[in-house]
């Protein structure tokens, strides 16, 4: 389906004895918020960590914007227009927080590193265009008063806003959030719905695994349901949220439902 | 971007380096006080690569003096074995540390912390018994260089010899250290930052992490040739042991001991681990013990290093005053 930003067809992949995916495939529709779940060790994050090239599947195709990105290194993926965040953050306590940021806008310039070490060009000019979109983006996700803060001075709520600004600098079309919500209390989770759904707005396509119910019933327009490594069930949230095999394996508890 | 902070810390490193000989020539017996800054510079032109690698990029080489080595050992096969001009010296120096840097690199930059310390230990203990097993080298007795000689100037004239040397190492230091800067304050310093601190997240942010570590490794690996050159060409004379795995220790205590964040905290950390066996004076045989106990001091007080001091000091009057 041409509207289908990302395509993922039978991936496998095991570790050791144990399969972590058997055959799971799914598709993610452009400019959309869809939600991947499952219960703690369904494979959630081996299934990002498989599209964003940390690991290589052991069978089965992947395509982004119809490009099979199976042979992509990593560090190819935001240039192809995929960025991701990582479930326990990881932020870099040596820079502040703008410059932080500035490293999510790491694609836009010379490619050559040996350009910068003899300043051939203008370095500076790029520099402060890249300060500029840090700042936008912090200002975007309301940390723009913090932009000289050290990391360690933040909240843990700010450090997930700082992870989503950085991710935001590469200007991918497709946001891979690994749980953003962890940890967060519930007004901070609100004003997370509240900036992912101004993400999608700008056109950016949403992927996120996520345990907070709340958040992705009240956000998504898709769920795919992940157990023990398999395809359970996808549809709208209040599909998934009436599907008798989803419950029986992960909602059953009503406090999930929220 | 360089700062202006940099910009002027640049411009006074300049000018106190530029008239530091004239001042210490007024003194009496001033020749041997420039003397010393002969052998700092040498080893500062080493230790800002080694910097680089350690403290931004995050890796680390116990194996540096090896590839000093190497640079010294070009030079004697030109200039002594060859007879050929000194500048084919440096030039040879850097295109071997350029082939075995980057040979060697891909294998090694794959392992982190310990074994990667090792790894380049090892190197740089088979690097030195090459040179020792090697006879057409002198082998362990060593062997002897002719002057350096640049066009018809001779470095090694005694009229003028540890000002010509330390005009040209520090010139040297001050374009390594020029280029240093301009690295470290692009975006392909706050790649090797953000590789330091965690590689998977650097590459998903699109860091090529293996060509930054490939890059800063051979990069200080040249800088430890020519530094390697310059020693050689400076003694007359190398030994297989003039750098061995003491001095590749003493480098990384230079870097560390400076502060890892800093470049310019390596030129305090070079000039004071130096300094140390001059005051010792005929106490130098203790030597060890003081480098061991400066190391030992700087990573339980000060693991950022010297330069975290003035830091520190604000840190500690805030906390006084409020």
């Given at each position: ?25 799914f598709?993610?529709?452009k ?12 494979g ?50 040596n ?99 509240r900036?992912?759904l ?42 998934i ?18 | ?13 300049f ?93 090694i ?36 260089l ?49 590789l ?5 997240a ?15 490794f ?64 005929k ?25 975290s ?14």
């Open positions: 389906m041409a509207d289908n930003i990302l395509i993922a067809k039978n991936i496998s992949k095991s570790f050791g004895g144990i399969h972590a995916l058997k055959n799971f495939s598709s993610v529709k400019n959309s918020i869809t939600a991947l779940i499952g219960p703690n060790g369904a959630k994050t081996t299934v990002f960590n498989i599209i964003s090239r940390i690991y290589q599947q052991d069978s089965g195709e992947i395509f982004f914007q119809n490009k099979d990105i199976t042979n992509f290194a990593p560090h190819q993926l935001p240039q192809l227009g995929i960025s991701r965040t990582f479930q326990n953050i990881v932020l870099f306590p820079m502040n927080l703008v410059e932080n940021i500035m490293v999510g806008g790491h694609i836009y310039g010379s490619s050559s590193i040996f350009k910068y070490l003899f300043a051939v060009f203008s370095s500076k000019r790029e520099d402060e265009l890249l300060f500029k979109r840090a700042m936008n983006n912090l200002e975007f996700v309301g940390l723009q008063k913090l932009a000289y803060s050290e990391i360690s001075e933040l909240t843990f709520g700010q450090l997930r806003l700082a992870e989503i600004a950085r991710c935001l600098m590469s200007d991918s079309e497709l946001l891979l959030l690994d749980e953003p919500a962890a940890g967060l209390n519930p007004k901070e989770t609100e004003d997370l719905a900036l992912l101004e993400i999608k707005k700008i056109g950016k396509t949403i992927f996120i695994v996520e345990h907070d119910m709340n958040l992705v019933m009240t956000i998504s327009e898709k769920i795919i349901v992940l157990n023990f490594g398999e395809f359970l069930a996808k549809g709208t949230p209040s599909e949220s009436t599907n008798p095999q989803v419950i029986a394996s992960y909602l059953g508890d009503d406090q999930y439902i929220g | 971007m360089i700062t202006k902070k940099d910009t002027f810390q640049l411009s006074f490193f000018i106190i380096m530029f008239f530091l000989p004239v001042i210490l020539n007024s003194f009496q017996g001033g020749g041997y006080y420039i003397g010393i800054f002969v052998p700092i510079g040498f080893f500062t032109l080493t230790a800002l690569g080694l910097n680089l690698l350690i403290g931004f990029a995050g890796q680390i080489s116990l194996g540096h003096a090896g590839f000093m080595t190497i640079g010294a050992y070009s030079s004697v096969y030109i200039c002594n074995k060859l007879g050929y001009s000194a500048l084919y010296g440096f030039a040879l120096s850097i295109l071997l540390n350029f082939i075995i840097g980057f040979l060697i690199s891909k294998p930059l794959k392992l982190k912390g310990h074994y990667l310390a090792m790894a380049t230990l090892g190197i740089g203990l088979i690097i030195q018994i090459i040179s020792r097993e090697f006879m057409y080298f002198g082998g362990g007795e060593g062997i002897s002719p002057d350096l000689k640049i066009f018809d100037f001779n470095f090694n004239d005694f009229k003028h010899k540890e000002f010509a040397y330390y005009y040209l190492v520090w010139l040297l230091n001050f374009c390594v250290l020029k280029l240093s800067l301009n690295f470290i304050n692009s975006k392909a310093g706050r790649a090797l930052k953000a330091h601190i965690n590689e998977l650097a590459q998903s942010l699109g860091i090529n992490v293996t060509a930054y570590k490939t890059f800063i051979v990069f200080s690996t040249i800088l430890a040739g020519i530094s390697g050159s310059i020693a050689a060409h400076y003694n007359s004379y190398i030994l297989p042991t003039t750098f061995d795995l003491h001095t590749s220790i003493k480098l990384v205590t230079m870097v560390i001991l400076g502060g890892t964040l800093n470049i310019w905290g390596t030129l305090f950390g070079v000039f004071i681990l130096m300094i140390i066996p001059e005051l010792l004076g106490f130098d045989e203790y030597e060890g013990i003081v480098l061991g106990a400066v190391l030992i001091v700087i990573l339980l007080f000060l693991p950022d290093g010297l330069t001091i003035p830091k520190k000091l604000k840190r500690l009057c805030f906390k006084n005053n409020g």
